[in-house]
């Protein structure tokens, strides 16, 4: 008899008797194991493994961008009449692109163009005007919320005026 009538009912063999060794586990019961230890263990794996690539692999990276292209990434457009463009794309990551710039365009054309851009106005509150453009003897500033769906929380706008025609407009988008 190859098992032990003990070892069957509960009661603990002599010592030094033989015990059988447990049957071996079919080769179906391995896989459903493996399985079951991948699938509880593989995605935290994967993110831990995605996160730490990251940090390691952080690519920051800014470079020149056409106005146009810059703007036009937050729902807007650039206006007419203006000049001296120098826009950015800063690429965050390889995945996330931030945009600031600033040109020249007409004084007269200024607000308008404000009251045209997209994002939530008034936020947290509309202190200063209706339209959520703050004006002082510089010039002026307007902070709107998600301008768009792509990654960017915040859009600030500030414009100095340079002379009695002109206008210096400075913009910058970031996540919050």
Sequence with gaps: ?????????????????????????????????????????????????????????????????????????IGARLPAGTDGEDCYEHVEGGYISQWEGSFDMPRDEVRAWMGSLPGERCFPSCRYSPDGVAEDEHGLSLNTHRPDRRGHDYLNVRVLWTDGERARVTFRTYPD
């Design 1 to 73: 008899m190859s098992h032990d009538v003990r070892h069957a009912t509960g009661e603990r063999p002599a010592w030094g008797a033989h015990v059988p060794p447990a049957p071996p586990m079919r080769r179906s019961t391995k896989r459903l194991i493996a399985l079951a230890l991948l699938s509880g263990l593989g995605p935290p794996l994967v993110w831990v493994l995605v996160i730490l690539w990251s940090i390691g692999h952080e690519t920051w990276e800014t470079r020149p961008a056409p106005c146009t292209k810059a703007l036009s990434q």
